[in-house]
């Protein structure tokens, strides 16, 4: 459980002014989020204004201290170049001040695209800002990656001791290809043999920044704006058709026990098929797609992902980088969504072992 007091104490010290409220916005399967505002302009970072509210970005989890470092480069990065992102104002990697490394960044307008209060404001709030939302995706993917620092944005995917530089296909299969072996995940076998069979036809691609976990609960708006895009942890350099294809897999697969309404029933299955079925001819008409790759990608990015929850199944939330109690969301009804998805976009057949998480 978090101290909240002796977070705000510590924060207090830290920043060397006093501060005024701070709350808990939100709690992730790897970060937990907060609000706060300063009472007085803090004397050892005189750039955060006070009595606005801002946000702190608690990292947690097994690689936190590289995920808070890669986070807060990209979204520096981005800033620089206009980009539709909060700014950060410090990052913080040492462990002392609060317990572990955290990000100060501005309370961006708004909230997230996908609100879950109720049906009839998700749905409003949806439709609203819902082709923002893809343009901002298209944007992000048209920037050039070579500009200025964001060729060093450094990669997030690589299996254990693999190199960085590999295209980022490449890295995704070895990172499916180790999780399987470790998992062990053997329903996941067939459909990662046929991708990597059709891999070299699919290598070679133009580079683009990619976000690798951009769905509508990451991208905050206000009305028909988007006022930013958060969790940039997974942030990459490579294919635009992975980036786009692992948004329609969660668009796709991502099912929730409250609100009823997002479950694995008519109600919850028909709202994401329209989510997916808007998303990619929306993304297409912006940025024209190669639909045979984007067809692998699909398969791609879906057995990446469940290859991450057969991982947190079978070995627990820590081996991937999350926090323990992360496993609440892999419930069987996103396990089972996902498995099917993955088997049509596959063309194989996909299953993973629903047994009980390791205590």
Same mark, same amino acid.
Request: glycine share 8%; charged share 20%; with cysteine.
């Given at each position: ?11 207090s010290?830290?920043?060397k002014t006093r501060? @005024? ?6 709690s992730? +399967?790897e970060?937990?989020v ?9 004397a ?10 801002? $946000?702190?970005?608690f990292?947690?989890g097994?690689f936190?201290d590289?995920?808070g470092?890669r986070e807060?480069?990209?979204?520096t ?19 002392d001040?609060?317990?572990a ?13 996908f ?7 998700a ?14 995706? =298209? ?6 990656p ?6 060093n944005?450094?990669? @997030? ?9 590999a295209?980022l296909?490449?890295?995704v299969?070895? $990172?499916?290809?180790e999780? $399987?072996?470790?998992g ?9 043999a046929?991708l990597?069979a059709? !891999?070299a036809?699919?290598?070679e !691609?133009?580079?683009?920044?990619v976000?690798m976990?951009?769905?509508?609960? /990451?991208?905050?708006?206000?009305? $028909?704006?988007?006022?930013? =895009?958060?969790?940039? &942890? ?5 294919d ?15 099912? #929730?026990?409250?609100?009823? +309404?997002?479950?694995?029933n008519?109600?919850? /299955? ?11 001819p929306l993304?297409h008409?912006?940025?024209? =797609? ?9 398969? &791609?990015a879906s ?23 992360a496993?609440?969301? =892999? ?5 089972r969504?996902l498995?099917?998805?993955?088997s049509?976009k ?7 072992? #629903?047994?009980?998480?390791? @205590?």
């Amino acid at each position: 459980m978090l101290d909240l007091d002796r977070i705000r104490s510590g924060l207090s010290e830290y920043l060397k002014t006093r501060v @005024a409220h701070l709350k808990v916005l939100a709690s992730g +399967w790897e970060t937990t989020v907060f609000e706060f505002s300063l009472a007085e302009r803090s004397a050892r970072f005189p750039s955060i204004p006070a009595v606005r509210p801002m $946000v702190l970005r608690f990292y947690q989890g097994a690689f936190a201290d590289a995920k808070g470092q890669r986070e807060h480069y990209t979204m520096t990065r981005l800033t620089e170049v206009g980009h539709c992102v909060p700014r950060p104002y410090l990052f913080e990697l040492a462990h002392d001040a609060l317990g572990a490394p955290f990000l100060v960044m501005e309370r961006v307008a708004g909230g997230p695209l996908f609100a879950i209060r109720s049906f009839p404001q998700a749905f409003k709030t949806f439709s609203l800002g819902f082709f923002a939302f893809v343009r901002a995706h =298209v944007k992000l993917h048209r920037l050039d990656p070579g500009r200025g620092g964001l060729a060093n944005i450094p990669r @997030a995917c690589a299996a254990a001791g693999g190199s960085t530089s590999a295209p980022l296909l490449d890295r995704v299969l070895a $990172v499916i290809a180790e999780r $399987v072996e470790n998992g062990p995940l053997p329903g996941l076998r067939p459909a990662l043999a046929s991708l990597l069979a059709r !891999a070299a036809r699919f290598r070679e !691609a133009p580079a683009s920044i990619v976000h690798m976990d951009y769905h509508p609960q /990451n991208v905050m708006v206000s009305g $028909v704006r988007v006022t930013g =895009v958060i969790d940039w &942890v997974n942030t990459d350099i490579g294919d635009r058709h992975l980036d786009a294809a692992m948004t329609a897999a969660i668009l796709s697969s991502s099912a #929730m026990e409250h609100p009823r +309404w997002m479950r694995d029933n008519l109600a919850g /299955n028909t709202l994401r098929a329209t989510f997916t079925s808007l998303y990619i001819p929306l993304y297409h008409a912006m940025a024209p =797609v190669d639909f045979d790759r984007f067809r692998y990608c699909q398969a &791609v990015a879906s057995l990446l992902r469940l290859s991450m929850l057969g991982m947190m199944r079978t070995r627990g939330p820590e081996m991937v980088g999350f926090r323990p109690e992360a496993i609440g969301e =892999v419930t069987p009804a996103v396990v089972r969504l996902l498995s099917r998805y993955a088997s049509r976009k596959s063309g194989t057949d996909v299953g993973l072992e #629903m047994s009980p998480s390791p @205590a």
